[in-house]
């Protein structure tokens, strides 16, 4: 646990196997939780006794320590697992945009956002029945990895439900929540212009890129994402979902922005050394991640497919299905 900015505290739970998670304390007489972290025994036990801390310490001060909610910034289960016990624990307010609530308020809605989408179109010309049975081993691997890795839990019902574009008053103080799709559709994030802070989920991380990859992910809502958080007046310090603090936010999303346009660049000039007979996305793979583990290899399957989707959508390039295989060519 440790102040990041004044008053407001960091909890970072850590676990194996799993990302670290940050969670965030705006601490004051009508204070607020942001992301709820894992729903399993030992982060929850370790994030109550961090929290405990900042509690006695505030005490200690005489100053007045009041948390009354808990707000998530998106519906993926390392952010809302949580959410059931820490509210009963602490007697909070669960306080959700209604596509978050939507998302995460039981096991139809949360297994529909990892159903696929098309995206399978542009790796392979699918056999159905070969497809079918593929999904549905993949779906019940990812269900039993949500559920064992970050403890999921669900939530049928929130306390209050806001708008994806409103203001609340935290402490007395207003901020900004406003919708930031990319990562995931639901997404927000939270903006204090006079303090400068934004509190940004999964979609900038100090690190210059964060996952992006079906079904939920979207280039062109990243980018925009990316823009708006660009143009946000005073920004001086992004709290990330994961990871360290950004204290130099303009440099940091400059940056993400360049590594954007470096891998559309590298799908690019792929598809256009093969720009005569076309190449397939496992050559666009070979191309760009030669000699690689095979876990790179599929994170970098991810965002080569969403890059081919938003290629496709320009009108940059095109898609041929030739002798069975799906082939990318300039438009």
Known sequence: MREVYPEIFLIEEKGRFRPSDNIYILAGNDGIIFDAGYGYQKALKFFLKEFKKIESSFKKQRKEFKIT?????HG??????????????????????????????????FETTFRGDDYEDYLRVRNEF??????????????LFFRSIHGLSYLDQPDEIVDNNSVILINSEP?????????????????????????????VLKMRSTWLGPPESNLTDYIETIKKMQSLPNLKLILPAHGETIENPKETIAAIMERMNERQAQVLD???????????????????????????RIIGRDWVVLTLK????????????????????LA
């Open 175 to 203: 901020w900004k929540i406003f919708p930031s799709p990319g990562h995931s559709p639901e997404h927000i994030s939270l903006y204090n212009e006079e303090k400068g802070v934004l509190f940004s989920g999964d979609n």
């Open 76 to 109: 993926h289960s390392d952010h809302f697992s949580g959410l059931n016990f820490v509210s009963k624990a602490l007697g909070l307010k669960i306080v959700l945009t209604e596509n978050v609530a939507k998302t995460i308020k039981d096991k139809v809605s």
């Open 270 to 296: 792929a598809i256009k050394n093969y720009s005569e007979k076309g190449v397939s996305p496992d050559q666009i793979l070979d191309i760009i991640y030669p000699k690689t583990r095979r876990f790179t």
């Open 69 to 73: 909610r808990i707000i998530v910034s």
């Open 310 to 329: 938003f290629l496709e959508e320009k009108g940059i390039i095109r898609r041929e299905i030739v002798k069975k295989k799906i082939l990318f060519f």
């Open 130 to 143: 070969i497809q079918k049975i593929w999904n549905g081993l993949r779906h019940i691997g990812t269900l």
